[in-house]
């Protein structure tokens, strides 16, 4: 035997000194307690918190934009249809943004909720 085969030979350990049972991860869904559907409704509440948000954004910020392109061109002697018609996609685009990020910050709440009550507790550091 080479010193390359001793070293990459799986060492299977006993029960006996240094054995440690595998890890299990706490966090993985269990269908049967209804963490699962939990997870599910969360995350739901999260995107529809976002779609609406960016509905709402979307309706409020594009009159604005409108308004704001009309005040600055009213009296400069230009064509207000395609400045209006870009204000009101400009306008729409902003909204959708912002209200998306308004709507997912408003979904948060949930969110956070969900975490503390499932994640366990961080460990607590010995000096």
Same mark, same amino acid.
């Given at each position: 035997?080479?010193?390359?085969?001793? *070293? /990459?030979?799986?060492?299977?350990? /006993?029960?006996?000194?240094?054995?440690?049972?595998?890890?299990?991860?706490?966090?993985?869904?269990?269908?049967? /307690?209804?963490?699962?559907?939990?997870?599910? +409704?969360? *995350? +739901?509440?999260?995107?529809?918190d976002t779609i609406i948000g960016a509905i709402i954004g979307a309706i409020v910020c594009a009159p604005i934009y409108v308004g704001m392109v009309f005040l600055a061109l009213r009296n400069s002697g230009t064509a207000l249809a395609p400045n209006l018609g870009m204000a009101v996609g400009l306008g729409m685009y902003a909204g959708l943004f912002l209200g998306g990020c308004a709507g997912t910050l408003a979904g948060a709440k949930t969110l956070e909720h969900h975490e503390h009550k499932y994640l366990p507790a961080p460990p607590i550091r010995q000096p």
């Open positions: 035997m080479t010193a390359a085969t001793i *070293e /990459s030979a799986p060492v299977t350990p /006993s029960r006996g000194q240094g054995f440690q049972p595998p890890v299990t991860d706490d966090r993985t869904p269990d269908v049967a /307690s209804g963490r699962f559907a939990e997870d599910l +409704r969360v *995350e +739901r509440v999260i995107v529809r």
